[in-house]
């Protein structure tokens, strides 16, 4: 076991703090979903504004009442016959349709994703929902019929229909969708080049799957798409110039004819394009544009949803004051870690790291400071330490980090780092309520028996922590397991 209470300069304090908290509290009410907790037996304990929204009712009015009692009559047998007994069974049942009675009588179809959160110690748990609006999906579900109608005469196309079907089924990922959308169009219409490109979070375009030969020219037909919000097609060279300036030559030059684009817009916002390149001249008749757009129109609709799936995953494994892993997804990475650690016999510290003080800050300075502090040591913590490493916060004023690839004395040089820029002052803290950080340190490596579970990690990491503070605070210990 080895000790230590040296004393380091960190940095500068952080400027100020930013709010998490705020953010996620408008993403939750705002999410372009409406967002249900229940208790086991359907009891609505939690909603958000979207939700509301979506049935007339105001979030306190549905706080209390059965889920099940905000149906039609035929969703009501379905969801208590079908839907409620598969989820208990199964855990979760996802794209379930229901259709939702408002508060003025009008129906709302929905899709419905929910998931059963079980209980502390065979205690009841609670049932989490996202409640899509399908209005939309009705409606571009009767626009494939109706372009699949007027696309008989075309082998290619009721393939392309085909494929986009299964496609919007299956995908999981944005990769798996635009992969399938890219693949689909060239077959449809017999492209030279098909591609999907979306727009990143700089604003510009990237090509997210299938073949794009003008990536790098200055003249693309994509960019026209996205100015005028509408399919745009030039059936030959000849004619290109006069709907994008210097197209004609761009075209030439890669020995391509015709090319066809068409934005992917999610509530009206351009997503990215879906383009089409042909090596001869090529006019689209309307029924090709339509089939087009029907295609784009919904692996735009798909588009955001994955993103929002994604959003959702990623709040359910972060903290929401800091922003840091949360206590779930520590466990999923030391269990991982642990995995690694046996098979490689690679050293790893994990750091199990307490406030000294902080219970002063909350109690003198109030909960609102004390919230800053978490947040601004969050941030400290980041700074000290590698991106590939993960921090979390564990619970109330406790941080775990977990380090790959790092012995004793390297575990050191980082604890010695947290406690440094710990003590540093902080944003709303007065000097007589100072803070450090008291570090217990379980190292992992060739010695580490087999059968040592991430449980057993902590709490030896825990305890540790606890030798640190009982021998003064803003203290190191390390233990082997």
């Known amino acids: 076991m080895l000790t230590s209470d040296s004393s380091q300069t960190g940095p500068a304090p952080l400027a100020g703090a930013e709010h998490p908290v705020a953010d996620f509290e408008d993403l939750f009410h705002n999410a372009p979903c409406g967002y249900v907790v229940t208790t086991n037996d359907g009891v609505i304990t939690t909603t958000n504004t979207a939700f509301a929204t ?7 009015e549905l706080v209390g009442r059965r889920f099940a009692d905000l149906l039609t009559p035929g969703s009501q047998l379905f969801h208590e016959t079908r839907h409620f007994p598969v989820l208990h069974l199964r855990g979760r049942a996802d794209e379930i349709a229901l259709v939702l009675q ?16 079980p209980g502390n110690d065979g205690a009841p748990g609670e049932i989490r929902i996202a409640v899509f609006d399908s209005t939309e999906r009705r409606d571009y579900e009767q626009d494939l019929l109706e372009a699949r109608r007027a696309a008989e005469s075309s082998e290619s196309y009721v393939r392309a229909l085909q494929q986009a079907s299964s496609a919007f089924t299956l995908a999981d990922t944005e990769e798996e969708l635009t ?8 077959e449809a219409f017999t492209a030279t080049h098909a591609s999907v490109l979306l727009i990143n ?11 794009h030969p003008l990536r790098d020219a200055e003249a693309t037909i994509e960019a026209a798409a996205l100015a005028f919000g509408r399919t745009v097609a030039v059936s030959n060279s000849d004619m290109a110039d006069s709907v994008v300036p210097g197209l004609t030559e761009t075209l030439r030059e890669a020995r391509l004819e015709a090319a066809c684009a068409t934005p992917l817009l999610d509530k009206g916002k351009p997503a990215g394009v879906v383009v089409c390149y042909f090596g ?30 994604e959003q959702l995953a990623e709040l359910a494994l972060n903290d929401q004051l800091t922003g840091l892993a949360n206590r779930k997804l520590l466990e999923e990475r030391l269990d991982q870690t642990l995995a690694t650690v046996i098979r490689t016999q690679r050293a790893v510290a994990v750091l199990f790291l307490d406030l000294d003080g902080f219970k002063v800050v909350n109690d003198v300075c109030g909960h609102v400071v004390g919230d800053s502090v978490l947040q601004q040591v969050s941030e400290r913590l980041r700074s000290v ?41 902080l944003v709303g803290v007065p000097d007589s309520c100072p803070i450090s950080a008291s570090v217990g340190v379980a190292l992992l490596g060739a010695g580490t028996n087999p059968a040592v579970s991430s449980d057993n990690v902590l709490q030896l990491a825990d305890a540790a922590m606890y030798t ?12 082997s397991v």
């Open 54 to 60: 979506m049935t007339g009712y105001g979030c306190h």
């Open 102 to 117: 408002r508060a003025d009588g009008t129906h709302l179809p929905t899709l419905v994703n929910s998931f059963v959160v």
């Open 179 to 186: 992969t399938a959308i890219a693949e689909s169009i060239r």
């Open 201 to 211: 979070s700089d604003g510009d375009l990237e090509l997210a799957a299938g073949s």
């Open 280 to 309: 001869r001249e090529r006019h689209l008749a309307d029924n090709a544009i339509e089939l087009m757009e029907t295609l784009a129109r919904q692996s735009a609709h798909v588009l955001a949803r994955l993103r929002l799936q």
């Open 385 to 425: 330490v590698r991106t590939a490493d993960t921090i979390g916060r564990y619970g109330g004023d406790e941080f775990v980090i977990i380090c790959d690839d790092t012995d004793a004395d390297a575990a050191m040089v980082i604890a010695d780092r947290i406690r440094a820029v710990v003590r540093e002052p």
């Open 468 to 479: 640190s503070k009982n021998a003064g605070k803003d203290r190191v210990t390390i233990v």
